[in-house]
């Protein structure tokens, strides 16, 4: 069976009792926490910041996994340089020179990568592909959770596992927005590799957290 990970999408945890949401989450081994960072211009949102992220990597139980959704990301790169040696995507249409920042995140001792938001095509991602360790494929506009999943975007999945297999490449391809139960099975089978999970499965509301790890992990097993 092939290996599907898990990462929890923190803007979705109770912020008031944060502590028992992640001994949970440790305690059920799942294999990322994903950080959603926004600005306020790239979205028009605000979320988690590098105190936060700070905070959970000093927990260190669990590696960060770290989108910016934000403008100007070359400027913020040094704020969440080596957070346990997490990932740290941003996405390429924000910057001039996307190849050169995905070096500067190399450089910070995070590994690096980028999101593919929904009106951004795999064809434009390829040039930086050989550059990545981690893909994210947005099925959702960037900036809010407990949004519906947008027709074409799944589709994605499977291209870029295809691209990736015959290129020879190595990341890992991620999925983040409406990560349903109705819609895991697909995206499991198209070749996620990583599903982000908010308000659609783990964090649903009045539902034990540890009761969705592991319906989501047999719901994966069963389509892995
Ligand atoms: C944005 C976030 C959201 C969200 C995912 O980058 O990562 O996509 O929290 O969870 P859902 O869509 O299930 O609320
Ligand atoms: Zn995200």
Redesign the pocket.
């Known amino acids: 069976m092939r290996k599907v990970f898990i990462s929890p ?1 923190m ?2 945890a109770n912020f008031l009792d944060l502590k028992t949401d992640l001994d949970v989450l440790a305690g059920s081994g799942v294999e990322l926490l ?1 950080i ?1 960072i926004m600005d306020g211009h790239y979205v028009p949102n605000f979320t988690l910041g590098p105190d936060y992220c700070r905070a959970l990597a000093l927990d260190g139980r669990i590696p960060l996994d770290i ?1 910016l ?1 934000v403008e100007n990301v070359d400027l913020f790169i040094e704020r969440f340089a080596g957070f346990g040696g997490g990932y740290l995507s941003f996405h390429p249409e924000t910057q001039y020179h996307p190849q050169r920042t995905l070096q500067l995140i190399a450089q910070s001792g995070m590994h690096p990568g980028i999101g593919i938001a929904p009106f951004h095509t795999i064809e434009q991602a390829k040039p930086l592909l050989p550059f990545v360790k981690l893909a994210c494929i ?1 099925t ?1 506009n ?6 519906k999943l947008i027709p074409g975007t799944m589709e994605k999945i499977s291209e870029l596992r295809d691209w990736r297999k015959k290129m020879g490449l190595d990341f890992i391809i991620e999925v ?5 139960w109705e819609n895991i099975p697909r995206m499991v089978e198209a070749g996620a590799d990583a599903l ?6 783990l ?1 649903k509301k009045d539902e034990p957290l540890g009761g969705n790890i592991a319906r989501m992990r047999e719901l994966i097993a069963r389509h892995a």
Not at 176 to 180: E, F, L, P
């Open positions: 999408s803007m979705c994903h959603d989108h959704m947005m959702v960037p900036g809010y959770a407990g949004q983040d927005g409406n990560v349903s982000v999970a908010g308000t659609s499965s964090f």
